[in-house]
C-alpha cells in the first residue's frame, strides 16, 4: 500500500501483511493479518517513527522515497525492539547513515545486541523533547507495555500519540483510519490484542493510563504501530483500555475441553447444557480444533471458566496442557 498523509507533514509508511496467519510464536492467530505503521514526519529534521518487519523494508522505503529520499532522515524514532518493529532499520540506515536514533536505554541495549554495537543513539526519559523544527516531539516511557523497552512518542502540535503496539490491532487492510473500516471488526480485532497480549499486564496498564491522562495531553488522533489509526474517535480506544484493564467480566462461562474417546465431550457438552438451562451463556470449545486466541478472547469477558481433560499417563491431554501454559 502507498505512503497516506495521517495531517500536514506526517505520513504512514508502513506495510501490509495480508498473509501472517500466526504471530508471536504461534501464540495469536492473526486471522485477519495485520500491518506494521512505521510514520515519516517530513519537517526541518525529517524522522522516521519505528519501521517494519524486516521482509517489509523494501515497501516501507518505496513508501518513503513517494515523499522523500530517505538519505534525508536526521532522526529514527525508536519506540520498540521487537523485530516487527525494528526490523526494517539496518535496511533504512544503510541509505541514511547520519540518522540519529532515539528511544529508551533498554531499547538501545536491544538494538545493540541485534543488530549494531555501534549505533548512534540519544536515550530519552519521560518528557524530554525533540524540535524538528516547528514539530516538537516528546516521549513517554511505557515499560512493559508490553516489553521493558516499549515507549510513546507524542507529537506535540498535532496531538498525535504514536504508542506503538498499544492500542493496536491485527487487523490488515486497503484503510488507514477508524471511520472508513466496519466498527465491529476493528473493535472485535482491538479487543483480541488486548485480551491476548495484553490482559497479564492490565496492573501496569491503569498506571500508565492514569499518568498519561494526568499529563493532559490533548489527543486528536492515535496512531499505533498496528491496524488502523483511530481519528474519528480516539478516546473509544482509549476507554476500552480503561475498562478492559480493570478485568470487570461481562459474565457467561467458557468450557474448554480435550477428549481422547468422547466422554470428556460428553460431559463437556452436558455441563454446557445445565449453564445453559440456568440462562447463562456458555461457549464450548474442543481445544485442538479451535481457534486458540478466540478462546482468550472470549474467557476475558467471561465469569467462569471449565476447563476439561481426558487423562493420559496420570496427566492432562498435550493440547489442553499447552493451552493452559
Ligand atoms: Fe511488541 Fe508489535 O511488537
Known sequence: MSSVKIVDGVFWVGA??????????????????????????????????????????????????????????DYIIANHVETDHSGGIPEIIKLCSKA????????????????????????????????????????????????????FTYLIEDAVLMPNDAFGQHYASSERFDDEVDQCSLMQEASKYYSNILWPLNSIIQRKLNEVMAMNLPIKIIAPSHGIIWRKDPMKIVNAYVNWSKGEARGGAVIVYETMWGATATMAKKIAEGIADAGVDVKIYEVTQADMTQITDDMFYAKGYLIGSSTHDNNMLPGIAGFLH
Not at 111 to 130: A, I, P, S
Request: aromatic fraction near 12%.
Open 100 to 151: 540519529k536514533v532515539y528511544g529508551t536505554a533498554k531499547c538501545k541495549e536491544g538494538l545493540q545486541r541485534m543488530y549494531y554495537q555501534n549505533l548512534d543513539f540519544q536515550v530519552v526519559k519521560t518528557g524530554e523533547k525533540l524540535s524538528l523544527g516547528k514539530k516538537t516531539l516528546t516521549f513517554i516511557e511505557a515499560p512493559m507495555i508490553h516489553w521493558p523497552d516499549s515507549m
Open 16 to 73: 501490509v501483511d495480508w498473509n501472517v496467519r500466526s504471530f508471536h510464536g504461534h501464540t495469536y492467530n492473526t486471522k485477519r493479518g495485520s500491518t506494521y505503521n512505521a510514520y515519516l514526519i517530513m519537517d526541518d529534521k525529517v524522522t522516521l517513527v519505528d519501521s517494519v518487519y524486516a521482509p517489509f523494508a523494501k515497501e516501507m522505503i518505496e513508501n518513503i522515497r513517494q515523499i522523500v529520499d530517505p538519505a534525508k532522515i
